[in-house]
């Protein structure tokens, strides 16, 4: 099956550092990606989705000026979180929807990230 | 927008016995998709279960098996012969027909008893 590919599983940062999230789609092209964050025990929020060649379209709340996203080829999307602080550490999920009318997601592994 | 509702925060069953997770949801479209995503502690998530609205026919995947009532808007999951594997949080999600809207339900925290 479709493949989502997330890197880092786990990223460890200073505060007021910058932090960049990788998502690849390995076996087929994704045009649209989206970005979720999940708090412990809770359900996945949407962030954002990442359009390949326009730009990204960020969900009430979401600041996307500290949550940069870029979706510069048909298989990656990146998250950027800028200027970390402590309350962004949280574990970040991307994913991609099927081209094959199934109306599936597929899931990248998920990076946890912790700002010191 | 459409809503996913999961009623039940945590559920319990013992290993080999049969459990049934509900899910409501609320959407005016005639069409679309209906999904019972698995999270288990390494935070994958990993399909389930998927439903197309138009089969009136419910799906079904080995032990896992869905009672889809589209006029009660209602999709709940049953796992027979629990497992111990099968311990997870268990997320119902709406997809539009479209596949560029999806929405998750609150999720179900399933534990397995030995």
């Known amino acids: 099956g479709a493949v989502v590919s997330q890197h880092p599983s786990w990223v460890i940062c200073k505060s007021g550092t910058s932090v960049k999230i990788e998502c690849r789609s390995l076996?087929?092209?994704?045009?649209?990606m989206f970005w979720y964050r999940q708090f412990p025990k809770q359900s996945l929020m949407l962030m954002a989705t990442?359009?390949?060649?326009?730009?990204?379209?960020?969900e009430q709340g979401v600041e996307k000026d500290k949550f940069l996203i870029n979706h510069a080829s048909l298989t990656l999307s990146t998250l950027t979180v800028t200027s970390a602080h402590p309350e962004d550490s949280s574990f970040y999920i991307c994913s991609a929807p099927s081209r094959a009318g199934t109306g599936e997601l597929f899931f990248g592994e998920g990076s946890r990230l912790t700002v010191l | 927008a459409q809503t996913v509702t999961q009623s039940q925060p945590e559920m319990s069953v013992q290993e080999a016995e049969t459990v049934t997770l509900s899910c409501t949801y609320d959407?005016?479209?005639?069409?679309?998709?209906l999904f019972w995503y698995k999270q288990p502690p390494s935070r994958q998530m990993i399909l389930v279960i998927r439903q197309e609205a138009y089969k009136q026919q419910n799906a079904t995947e080995n032990r896992f098996s869905v009672n889809f009532q589209k006029a009660a808007k209602s999709f709940s999951l049953k796992i027979s012969d629990s497992q111990l594997g099968d311990a997870a949080m268990y997320f119902c999600a709406y997809s539009h027909i479209t596949g560029n809207q999806f929405y998750f339900g609150t999720g179900t925290s399933l534990t397995v008893i030995p």
């Open positions: 959407t005016s479209e005639s069409d679309y998709y």
């Open positions: 990442s359009n390949e060649g326009s730009k990204a379209t960020y």
């Open positions: 076996d087929f092209q994704a045009t649209t």
